[in-house]
């Protein structure tokens, strides 16, 4: 096995269990937490999520991604990048302190007041692990990682639930928030020797963000953007119907995230070491959709058959309008992966002007989307979400296709037999246990009959991806022993 191979077999190895882990954490301690909190905690929270998300994006500015791309990054590149992110990180979150007022007047709600100004320190807090966090991945070292993120999710959890259970309601999540990112930039701090020299240079902060600049303003467009469907949410509807929303777009995107995370931080530098043979890039990226395809397809069949048991059982009752959503949007999030994929394609090529434009044209087409969507009610808008998603693929898919001959219509033919086996397991799963009235039981015996089914089908038709995984998992018990 070549060295880069190895590299890419452990990356993906140490990125599923960080990912899978941390999810994990999030999912079991998430639904303990939306049991003893209302809807409508979480849609304050939702109203918020932009102004935060935007401000940790101008923070990062996109030097990670910069640095990254950069082949031969030294000391003064870390430094100077690590104390701008720290200046910056200030000042960002004393705008959020004196605009607080101000946006709590937009939403007619005094309580974001206080909520903005204290969840506006995980800005300062954040930027202590992003030099970290790069240096790590840039050695595609996920094991670290982690055990960083699993640790510091338990930490945020177990105080999140513990607000909760002592009456705090709302502040419980803002909690919850801040000591996980605390949490995870002191572990960093713990498990990377790197340190800050106190050295600042105009000129390589220059050279950094004539790349990281192009990734800034792409990335604080998706943040605005993509966060945009919860403003408009919360300013026209009640908070209720967007903490269901808000709860749907958790659901959907925890398959998204998990296989989009692994996928993209392995694939990135990976692509970096390549990005000048055509044909091993093809290669890279058309196993990157397949094994994505492949991991994606049955969760996403699953989340969209079996939504109702899933939010009555794990849910309750009071979050059953999540329940249609959370089918809507699930179909929106397909694609989410292969863009993951095809923008690491860009950015690898230092194309980081077409990823802007690319994301110029998809945040045109959800303004354009939810100006017509927005008046007929929240499932619409998520309809609209879902045909921005597929014309999104094709837009970031034609510079495959360009490049190096992988066109978006190439793409889906890879996707194609793991939709069709998933679809045809999911849909005889959900109509054999309909006549069973216990949701549990239901739930349960839908999920291991596609797993089980799934396994089956990736055996006997002999799927490269099935091969591979159980290849590797074959060696690692073997090392293990």
């Known amino acids: 096995m070549t060295s880069l191979k190895k590299k890419a077999v452990g990356g993906v190895i140490w990125s599923g269990v960080d990912k899978s882990s941390t999810m994990l954490i999030q999912f079991v301690f998430g639904i303990v937490l939306a049991r003893l909190l209302l ?14 998300t935007v ?60 909520l903005i100004k204290v969840v506006g320190l995980n800005v300062i807090v954040s930027s202590f692990a992003i030099i970290q966090r790069t240096i790590l991945i840039k050695k595609i070292n996920f094991k670290a990682q982690a055990i960083v993120n699993i640790t510091s999710g338990l930490i945020g959890a177990f105080v999140g639930i513990g607000c909760a259970l002592s009456g705090l309601g709302v502040w419980s999540l803002v909690l919850q928030y801040l000591s996980r990112n605390f949490a995870t930039s002191v572990l960093f701090w713990i498990f990377n020797d790197w340190r800050p020299s106190f050295i600042f240079s105009i000129n390589a902060l220059k050279k950094l963000f004539n790349f990281g600049s192009k990734i800034l303003a792409s990335t604080l467009l998706y943040a605005a953007f993509q966060n945009i469907y919860l403003v408009v949410i919360g300013k026209i509807y009640k908070s209720e119907e967007l903490g269901y ?52 397809f049955p969760m ?21 309008p999540t329940v249609v959503l959370l089918q809507i949007l699930a179909i929106g999030v397909i694609f989410f992966p292969i863009n993951a994929i095809n923008s690491n394609f860009i950015n690898a090529k230092g194309r980081s002007d077409l990823f ?4 110029i044209i998809n945040n045109i087409l959800i303004v354009i989307t939810l100006g017509i969507t927005y008046s007929f009610g929240i499932e619409i808008i998520a309809v609209g979400y879902v045909i921005v998603s597929f014309i999104g693929f094709f837009t970031y898919a034609y510079y495959s296709g360009k490049y ?51 396994i089956v089908c990736a055996h006997l038709l002999k799927f490269d991806e099935y091969e591979e995984i159980k290849s590797i998992i074959r060696k690692k018990i073997g090392k293990a022993s």
Do not use: H
Not at 39 to 52: A, C, K, L, Q, S
Not at 356 to 359: D, I, M
């Open 39 to 52: 809807p409508e905690d979480y849609g304050f929270i939702g109203m918020i999520t932009i102004f935060i």
């Open 245 to 296: 929303y808000t709860r749907a777009t958790l659901f959907k995107q925890i398959p998204a995230t998990l296989v989009t995370t692994i996928m993209q931080n392995v694939t990135f530098p990976i692509l970096v070491d390549v990005i000048e043979d055509d044909e091993r890039v093809r290669k890279i990226m058309k196993r990157s959709v397949r094994l994505t395809s492949f991991l994606l």
């Open 356 to 359: 802007l434009k690319l994301e």
């Open 404 to 454: 190096i001959g992988y066109s978006g219509f190439k793409q889906i033919i890879d996707m194609l037999q793991y939709a069709f086996v998933s679809i045809f397991l999911t849909a005889g799963s959900y109509f054999l246990w309909s006549f069973i009235e216990d949701q549990l039981l239901y739930l349960v015996l839908g999920i291991c009959t596609v797993g089980i089914g799934y």
């Open 55 to 114: 401000s940790q994006a101008i923070v990062e500015s996109g030097f990670s991604r910069a640095l990254i791309q950069k082949k031969e990054a030294n000391q003064i590149d870390y430094s100077t990048t690590f104390f701008f992110n720290f200046l910056i990180s200030i000042c960002i979150y004393g705008i959020l302190y004196i605009v607080a007022p101000f946006i709590a007047d937009f939403y007619e709600e005094p309580l974001l007041i206080d």
């Open 300 to 320: 996403i069949t699953i989340l969209i058959a079996f939504a109702n048991p899933l939010v009555l059982v794990l849910l309750t009752e009071k979050w059953l």
